[in-house]
């Protein structure tokens, strides 16, 4: 009698904390006193085998979910959900005659409740007759909207090829635009199309401006060369003798050497910091990375320059040595500069033993003046090797028109002019130190200032 259970489903709670099972009886042994569960579930979660065989002695408790007769109607672990597939719409029907053949659908056919939901709750919900609810009506809207926007069939659409000229032609803007300019007054039709037959380059300005002078410095007596801004402005190169004349002009009018120095010492100080890394290399977070810079300074004001310049480092917290090439024989300018720069705590050193072992990040060159260089002195040569084996770039302040001998140069920082520098300075930038018109003007230079928003610019040769 017990095969008369066979495909009940049936809920089993063990001894020994063994769990309990939910699951069909597949089979009984009466012998072995046993019972197989299949499509098992332990505690709620499915059994990771097809079957699970019970003892007897093990079952404490076994309650019957749903016999086997119900369980062939309904299934024992699916569910079906009455769902009502739209109804196609035809071709050349139109989307309101669409919506008109769906409203005119009986609410049994909605697809949101099935006839035997409906007898069961309301005796009275499957008539016909029956004002709709506002529940009722609700769902019905949603429906219509889905039978007129995915009623086609989309087999029709698929084997229909998609005309590309007949929608592009939906889309002729230049039509749309003659159709508006038809309708405007003559003035403004003919203002807008000059603007626009008007083309302009990503470098160009919209509103005109006087164009730029090409040529805004002329000097009496020009140098040997010439040089052109990133704007394309021409500076002439000056002589030497030249170049002389402003520098005492200016000291007469009230610039002095100090004055002179320190906004060289400045210039010089901002590209320094450029070549450093600029904020990235000089963070607060980043000291263990922290630059170390050299300055080589002669005695002579190309080298007050260059302590200048070392004495603002120090004050952006950049680790400085000054390297005097003459400590014996200063001038009055290099001795107030080196006054200033020792106050800073940082390293003044006057033998070459005593220049850093390990690479520095960048070398401030001031080790030849006007006088010439200093090249047969066993101290100057000492020093030039020492930069070229450091390998660490070399910016020049003033220096020679023929370069720093023994020393590769990548950047030189000239002021006010260019001289007709040699390709051993490397690339020239020009510095501003503010001189008045009026000193251009005694030394009978035309002058007007290629600076514009910048303190230093690049120089190009001039090969045109």
């Not at 950047?411 to 020239?428: C, D, Q, R, W």
Request: aromatic residues 6%.
């Amino acid at each position: 009698m017990v095969e008369q259970y066979v495909g009940y489903t049936v809920s089993v709670t063990c001894r020994n904390d063994l769990g309990s099972y939910q699951g069909q009886i597949s089979s009984v042994d009466r012998e072995e006193q046993t019972i197989t569960l299949k499509k098992a579930f332990k505690n709620g979660i499915p059994y990771h085998l097809p079957e699970v065989k019970l003892r007897g002695s093990d079952i404490n408790n076994l309650s019957i979910i749903e016999a086997a007769s119900d369980a062939l109607v309904t299934g024992p672990s699916s569910s079906t959900v009455a769902v009502k597939k739209p109804v196609p719409k035809r071709a050349g029907r139109s989307v309101s005659e669409s919506l008109a053949s769906i409203k005119g659908t009986q609410m049994r056919d909605s697809p949101r409740k099935s006839a035997e939901d409906c007898g069961v709750h309301t005796p009275n919900a499957c008539d016909v007759n029956r004002t709709p609810s506002k529940k009722d009506r609700f769902r019905q809207r949603w429906s219509e909207k889905d039978e007129a926007c995915f009623g086609t069939p989309i087999d029709n659409i698929i084997d229909q090829d998609f005309d590309f000229e007949k929608n592009l032609a939906l889309f002729n803007k230049q039509a749309v635009y003659d159709e508006i300019n038809a309708q405007r007054p003559d003035i403004v039709r003919h203002a807008d199309t000059s603007r626009r037959s008007q083309k302009y380059r990503h470098d160009q300005n919209v509103i005109e401006s006087t164009p730029a002078m090409y040529r805004q410095v002329v000097v009496p007596t020009p140098g040997l060369k010439e040089y052109v801004t990133d704007d394309g402005l021409v500076i002439p190169s000056v002589t030497p003798d030249t170049r002389h004349q402003l520098l005492l002009v200016a000291e007469r009018l009230g610039l002095t050497e100090e004055r002179q120095a320190e906004l060289m010492g400045r210039a010089a100080t901002e590209m320094a910091l450029q070549l450093l890394g600029g904020g990235h290399r000089l963070n607060p977070h980043n000291v263990h990375q922290w630059p170390t810079v050299v300055s080589l300074c002669g005695s002579h004001r190309q080298g007050a320059i260059a302590v200048n310049c070392a004495r603002q480092l120090a004050s952006h917290g950049v680790k400085t040595v000054v390297f005097l090439l003459d400590p014996t024989h200063l001038t009055t300018q290099l001795t107030h500069e080196l006054a200033l720069f020792r106050h800073t705590n940082n390293k003044l050193i006057t033998t070459v033993q005593e220049l850093p072992t390990v690479a520095v990040d960048l070398i401030v060159l001031a080790l030849a003046g006007e006088q010439g260089n200093q090249l047969h002195q066993a101290r100057y040569r000492a020093a030039a090797e020492w930069a070229n084996e450091n390998r660490a770039p070399v910016l020049a302040l003033d220096p020679p028109p023929a370069g720093t001998p023994g020393v590769d140069t990548k950047f030189s920082l000239v002021p006010l002019l260019p001289l007709a520098h040699s390709l051993e300075n490397g690339k020239i930038y020009l510095c501003n130190l503010a001189f008045p018109l009026q000193v251009f003007r005694e030394v009978g230079i035309e002058y007007s200032s290629p600076f514009g928003p910048k303190f230093v610019i690049p120089l190009h040769p001039n090969d045109t």
